[in-house]
């Protein structure tokens, strides 16, 4: 009988309740079904299909929008199908981003988010939220080094965003005047990344206003904690040294090798972040917590507001009955801003500060056991010397045909290819996923990552496996 209701029969819908948890019932058997599956290594990561395949319409599957409410026994088989037809990134054998694996208690932390269903520009609509945000922003910085936990701090959508909060900080701190004045307030600026620092950065400067000739004045220096394709970590101290002599902003760019603070064999690699200005963290990476978490930090107090503030009266009223610096809000570019705390709150109290560094510490001895397994392997060539720094592992396989080639275009020509057609046959057998990409003057290669909890040995081999099986020529 359920299945010929209506979404108009649900809550708030006059005894709409029993069919209400009827439903929802069903979707948390389809949720759960899908999780239990996820774990399971007999199932595909995913069942690949072209876009015009999806477009066209599968069996009983169809993606236009309708005129006319559908049942809800059909938006159950939508809700099903669409994750048949997706990617199960928390898979054990899904390698292909940074951000992977599928956390239980973030899982739950989401749902119950959903349910919430608040906006985090003030007090009084997301109490507890904002005060979550401020307690688990003052504890990173205080794994940062800043005295005391202080300073400044906001979850935003994604690492690029968080890193374009730094370069208009940075801009705000040094040329004020930019925020009521407009560009013409300051001298023409530029910033400094490296070449293998994430595009968000020159994204930031591109979007701000920045450009890239000599003669302008130095303003900004990007460091990267972990970057996306190598996993390197940039030398924070000596840039840190460079930065006081010319007084210029540190920021470091930490969205991937942030998560190593959590380590004490492994935050090292970070050492100087404590001198930053500024760093970004995505706790939905390495830490495991599920899309999308990432924090800009900031050492100043106040910067964010005074950046940002524009003190819209509907909504950051002063004369509230609370504490109005609560209000986080003006402190964001966005106005309306998602709750992204309280997955990561709650996994941090379930596994603890000590569960996120095992967590970490296993996901590093994984990669140094693919790099040691690889490394002098027949048929793989590194693609940078000396072992990795995070858990990024970069090699080329080469087919049996092409061993004996000597090296020179035509074997470039040819190795540029085998990465994408790999990866192609992976997708269309669904069994695997990893990533590849070329690098400056280097061809096409695969970049192996893990960040998930799920992993184990015995994945990393089937990978092995895999690569071999399907590039066998
Ligand atoms: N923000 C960069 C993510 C790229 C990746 O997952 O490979």
């Keep these: 009988k359920k299945y010929l209701l209506h979404t108009f029969d649900l809550l708030p819908a006059k005894n709409g309740e029993e069919p209400t948890m009827q439903f929802l019932l069903e979707v948390v058997d389809i949720l759960t079904n899908y999780i239990r599956k996820t774990f399971d290594r007999s199932t595909k990561v995913l069942d690949f299909h072209h876009p015009h395949q999806l477009l066209e319409g599968m069996e009983g599957f169809n993606l236009e929008l309708s005129d006319q409410p559908e049942s809800l026994e059909q938006i159950l088989v939508d809700c099903r199908d669409t994750l048949k037809y997706g990617v199960r990134t928390g898979h054990p054998r899904f390698f292909n981003q940074l951000s992977t694996g599928l956390d239980i208690i973030g899982l739950a932390g989401e ?148 998560g190593l603070l959590m380590s004490r064999r492994h935050r090292h690699k970070l050492s100087g972040v404590e001198r930053a200005n500024s760093v970004t963290w995505n706790p939905h990476k390495m830490m495991g917590v599920p899309l999308q978490c990432s924090a800009i930090l900031v050492r100043e107090k106040g910067i964010l507001q005074g950046c940002n503030s524009m003190c819209a009266g509907y909504l950051f009223q002063p004369d509230k009955q609370y504490d109005v610096t609560y209000d986080t809000g003006d402190k964001a570019i966005q106005c309306g801003r998602h709750v992204d705390i309280f997955k990561f709150w709650l996994m941090w109290k379930a596994k603890g500060t000590v569960g996120f560094e095992q967590h970490i510490d296993r996901c590093l001895e994984l990669s140094e056991y693919l790099y040691n397994k690889i490394k002098n392997r027949p048929g793989y060539e590194m693609v940078f010397q000396g072992e990795p720094q995070h858990t990024n592992v970069c090699f080329w396989y080469i087919p049996p045909s092409m061993r004996n080639m000597p090296d020179g275009e035509e074997r470039r020509e040819r190795l540029h290819k085998v990465a994408p057609k790999i990866k192609a046959m992976m997708m269309e057998s669904g069994t695997t996923m990893v990533g590849y990409q070329p690098q400056g003057d280097k061809v096409n290669f695969f970049r192996m990552v893990i960040s998930n909890h799920a992993a184990t040995r015995s994945d990393i081999d089937f990978l092995i496996d895999e690569i071999e099986r399907l590039g066998h020529d």
């Excluded at 970590?233 to 210029?248: H, Q, R, S, T, V």
């Design 111 to 258: 749902w119950l988010t959903s349910t919430a269903n608040t906006n985090m520009f003030t007090y009084e609509i997301a109490p507890v939220f904002v005060l979550m945000e401020q307690l688990t922003l003052k504890k990173m910085r205080e794994i940062i080094g800043w005295p005391n936990g202080e300073g400044d701090g906001l979850f935003s959508p994604g690492g690029a965003i968080s890193n374009m909060y730094s370069v208009m900080i940075a801009r705000y701190k040094y040329f004020p005047e930019v925020k009521t004045k407009g560009m013409s307030a300051a001298p023409r600026l530029v910033l400094f990344t490296s070449e293998h620092s994430h595009y968000s950065i020159t994204k930031a400067g591109a979007a701000l206003g920045f450009g890239k000739e000599n003669g302008y004045v130095p303003l900004f220096v990007n460091a990267t904690a972990g970057t996306t394709v190598y996993g390197a970590f940039d030398p924070i101290n000596d840039i840190a040294d460079i930065c006081e002599k010319y007084n210029l902003w540190l920021h470091v760019d930490g969205a991937w090798g942030g």
